[in-house]
């Protein structure tokens, strides 16, 4: 089956260390997306990627950095996790970012503990 | 700025009916998803509306009214495991998903 694919799906790292989570995707979507989403919040969009092109929300901190080497990975690297930065990190994937029916698949996530 | 609101909770009772509603302020308008998120998952696709009116898909059923920036989702013959969050989320004039922080469902037998 086509889908996203999200590893690990629980991470525990320690203030300050920096953490990679991944996401794959098997549907050969052009868009893929990292979100935030805290308890009982709206996820919050970090950045996007249409195709190799990276777009970065005005307001997501410089210490989130992403990469997509090829169509099917990205990567959300956190470079000093602070306390405020365990939540539920969403990965999602869309054919376009435009075209108004064009939704979002979403992988399981991954949920980080900071210590 | 740009706003979606929805009920931070409600509560229904096993095999009926209940609304949820929605209601969104953004810079331009290019369609209306519902996502179900159950605890601890991510969202699933459950309706995507840009025109006015009802679109059915069985039980459940959306509603938009873009003159009035209100949507409600209607969920029928409610089964236990319907008991989730739903996210309503806007994709403004950039084409941006602007979503609302969902309501959580909790169904009693």
């Known amino acids: 089956d086509a889908m996203v694919i999200q590893n690990p799906r629980y991470q525990v790292t320690q203030f300050g260390k920096p953490v990679t989570l991944s996401c794959s995707q098997t549907l050969n979507h052009n868009v893929m997306y990292w979100y935030q989403q805290k308890s009982s919040q709206a996820p919050k969009l970090l950045f996007h990627y249409y195709d190799k092109d990276f777009n970065n929300e005005a307001d997501t901190p410089d210490n989130f950095q992403s990469r997509r080497p090829n169509t099917s990975f990205c990567f959300l690297d956190i470079r000093s996790p602070g306390l405020g930065d365990a939540a539920m990190y969403l990965c999602?994937?869309?054919?376009?970012?435009?075209?108004?029916?064009?939704?979002?698949?979403f992988g399981p996530g991954t949920r980080l503990t900071v210590l | 700025g740009q706003n979606i609101d929805q009920p931070t909770e409600m509560t229904a009772t096993e095999g009926a009916i209940v609304q949820i509603n929605c209601t969104y302020q953004?810079?331009?308008?290019?369609?209306l998803f519902w996502y179900q998120q159950h605890a601890g998952e991510a969202p699933t696709f459950l309706s995507y509306?840009?025109l006015d009116g009802l679109e059915e898909k069985g039980r459940f059923s959306s509603f938009l009214s873009r003159s009035k920036g209100y949507s409600y989702l209607l969920l029928k013959e409610l089964q236990m495991k319907d008991s989730a969050s739903y996210l309503c989320a806007v994709k403004d004039s950039n084409y941006q998903l602007i979503w609302g922080a969902g309501t959580k469902l909790i169904i009693k037998p």
């Open positions: 509306n840009v």
């Open positions: 999602a994937t869309s054919r376009d970012n435009s075209g108004g029916a064009d939704e979002q698949f």
């Open positions: 953004t810079s331009g308008f290019n369609g």
